[in-house]
């Protein structure tokens, strides 16, 4: 609609405007445009002084391409994407119809948009490490068949426009890239392809193990969540019409799609009309092997065997195919080993907002200390066990390092309403056997030597609406040993809100309270500034005379959160802690405050400023009030944390 019809450029390319001039108070001329369509059912057109705009001819066919002058050497090649797609889709389904086609960037909200005729893409649909500009624009051009020409109703049957428009965008990305969808791949070379298809089928998995799946035959306004509607409308078809070509050869699925765009062409198809044109092409009842995939949430999985293993160096692109084990060296410092040489392992399957760690996991690490020839030896593993719950993991763990030897197990599940949302409860228990037979690699302020079983519960709870967000957990823990028996109890609330309706605005705040009973090791006492050393164990880079650590600049989040008493060894049976943080757009940093108590001591408190960039954070609490012996309560003290970053080895 927007390449009109007596366009008659081939393989052009010119600015529609030119740039404006300062001072410009009026618009050089004035341009009436007239727009005709026929057998249309929708429409939308664009315009923009900034376009530059790329013709071609192609079968007949006018298409134009249009790009913002600022993007045009990063969209140079819409114009190919397009007529390469024009011409897949119409080999694979049928003729396009209309006489004219553009593609064009803008801002549209959603990534892309398309109508008849015409379609739209946001500026980031161009990357420099994937094809996404080329297979965004086949899936939109896509829609031109399933939702133009075929006229698909998307709100009683989404499907059958957007999962076979996504099915025909993965088939595509196939044929064109058959080595995946990355365009760097000498940099990468050893990594797992990254195909369209797979990632539909790794989010199709997500939702079945979460049991969170909605039939395929949902109408668009009958999911609970955009998740669900992702999955139902998108991904599970593809999956379906995956399994459909595999079923009946390619030829015979060949001439489905045919078939298929022949009996519905400028009409409005049903699902029963995809059924008929499945069995008039292959010559069977295809009715009973489509209604499982449309009206049922089984999982439907063909594959056999075990499940292949793949060992990759430092990265790889997860897959449903197969579970990757990623490895790579291990270097770095401790105080009685010295420097540490060893390698790291990990293997993840099907890894998702659900199931972090995918739904069966392993992995381990080995090192040797330099200094004294220590080894250390590690290894953990974890599976989905539907019988705790949808998401429910069990998982073992074993790890001799830096004077320690530590076993144990944990369990677990988290529910949430339906497609993943809030609010989200989760509960797990732990238990585990520790003995801290070397002080010398640690700070002993911070621990007490000795073995002995432990055990903990965790409950926790998030909640969101509109501009905050909430999460509470209450942790109760037990213990006992010729050494040491003690009982504790902590809980922590906190809340983030969006002050001003543009979202720059925040506030934070956090409270934190805990008692421990009887005779707590050193390591589960609380500490007034920080988290628990315990509870950091499984980062191997926050061992206690490690570089990070032992600068005595980093800071481990929790405890009763006092930033500015970090390092001091402030520990206690009974701790409370109130933590505040307001980000104003105004500066470039936030601004803190903190108090609490430890024990029966006076109220401790601290303030100063923060700054984050990425998973960095910086912390200055220029005031103390309580300052340590020779400094001044206002003194300049910086910590940085990366408690973010996850690293799992």
Do not use: C
Request: proline share 6%.
């Amino acid at each position: 609609m927007i390449a009109s019809r007596d366009t008659t450029l081939v393989d052009s390319i010119r600015a529609l405007a030119p740039r404006s001039m300062p001072g410009d108070s009026a618009l050089p001329s004035l341009k009436t445009v007239r727009f005709h369509a026929e057998r249309v059912h929708d429409f939308a057109w664009v315009a923009s002084p900034e376009y530059v705009r790329a013709d071609t001819t192609w079968n007949k066919i006018q298409i134009r391409a249009l790009a913002f002058r600022e993007d045009q050497d990063r969209w140079r090649d819409l114009r190919a994407f397009t007529v390469s797609a024009m011409r897949f889709m119409s080999r694979e389904v049928g003729p396009y119809v209309w006489p004219s086609f553009t593609s064009a960037e803008g801002f549209v909200g959603g990534g892309a948009m398309e109508y008849p005729t015409l379609i739209m893409l946001e500026p980031d649909a161009a990357s420099d490490w994937i094809e996404s500009l080329d297979v965004t624009t086949a899936h939109e051009l896509g829609h031109s068949w399933f939702y133009g020409m075929l006229g698909s109703d998307e709100r009683a049957y989404p499907w059958l426009d957007e999962g076979f428009t996504q099915y025909m965008e993965s088939r595509y990305g196939d044929w064109k890239y058959p080595h995946g969808l990355l365009k760097r791949r000498k940099v990468l070379p050893w990594t797992s392809p990254i195909r369209d298809y797979l990632m539909d089928e790794d989010r199709y998995l997500a939702r079945v193990y979460a049991r969170d799946e909605q039939p395929i035959a949902t109408p668009a306004d009958g999911y609970h969540s955009y998740a669900q509607y992702g999955v139902g409308a998108y991904s599970k078809p593809v999956v379906m019409l995956h399994s459909l070509a595999a079923t009946m050869g390619d030829s015979t699925f060949h001439a489905f799609l045919h078939e298929y765009y022949r009996a519905n062409l400028l009409r409005h198809p049903r699902p029963a009309d995809v059924v008929a044109s499945a069995g008039k092409a292959s010559g069977k009842d295809l009715s009973g092997w489509f209604q499982p995939w449309l009206q049922g949430t089984a999982r439907l999985d063909n594959r056999t065997g075990r499940l292949p293993v793949r060992l990759k160096p430092l990265v790889d692109f997860t897959s449903p195919e197969a579970i990757t084990f990623v490895y790579g060296p291990v270097l770095w410092q401790g105080r009685a080993e010295g420097a540490r040489l060893g390698l790291w392992t990990e293997g993840r399957y099907l890894p998702s907002t659900d199931f972090l760690d995918g739904v069966l996991a392993a992995g381990g690490s080995v090192t040797m200390g330099t200094r004294r020839g220590d080894l250390s030896l590690g290894g953990w593993a974890s599976r989905r066990v539907g019988a705790l719950g949808a998401r429910g993991q069990v998982a073992l763990a074993a790890a001799r390092d830096a004077g320690l030897f530590r076993a144990g197990v944990r369990a677990g599940n988290l529910a949430t309403a339906p497609g993943r949302r809030h609010p989200i409860r989760e509960w797990r228990l732990y238990l585990d056997y520790r003995d801290r037979y070397d002080l010398a690699p640690v700070d002993p302020r911070y621990w007490s030597p000795g073995r002995g079983l432990h055990g903990k519960a965790l409950l926790a709870l998030d909640t969101r609406g509109p501009r905050r967000a909430e999460h509470a957990a209450l942790d109760l823990r037990g213990g006992s040993s010729a050494s040491f028996r003690y009982e504790r109890v902590s809980a922590e609330a906190r809340q983030r809100l969006d002050l001003m309706p543009r979202g720059d605005t925040h506030l934070s705040w956090r409270l934190f309270a805990g008692s421990a009973l009887d005779r707590p090791p050193r390591e589960l006492l609380f500490d007034a500034a920080e988290g628990s050393r315990v509870d950091s164990l499984g980062r191997f880079y926050l061992n206690d005379r490690g570089p990070l650590l032992a600068s005595g600049h980093y800071w481990i989040q929790g405890g009763g959160g006092l930033r500015g008493y970090r390092g001091r060894a402030a520990l206690g049976k009974r701790v409370w802690g109130w933590n505040t943080d307001l980000e104003l757009p105004m500066l470039p940093v936030s601004l803190f405050g903190d108090v609490g108590g430890l024990e029966t001591t006076r109220a401790l408190a601290d303030a100063g400023i923060g700054y984050g960039i990425g998973p960095l954070r910086i912390t200055a609490p220029l005031w103390v009030g309580s300052p340590e012996p020779g400094k001044a309560p206002w003194h300049l003290r910086w910590l940085v944390s990366l408690e973010s970053v996850s690293l799992p080895f």
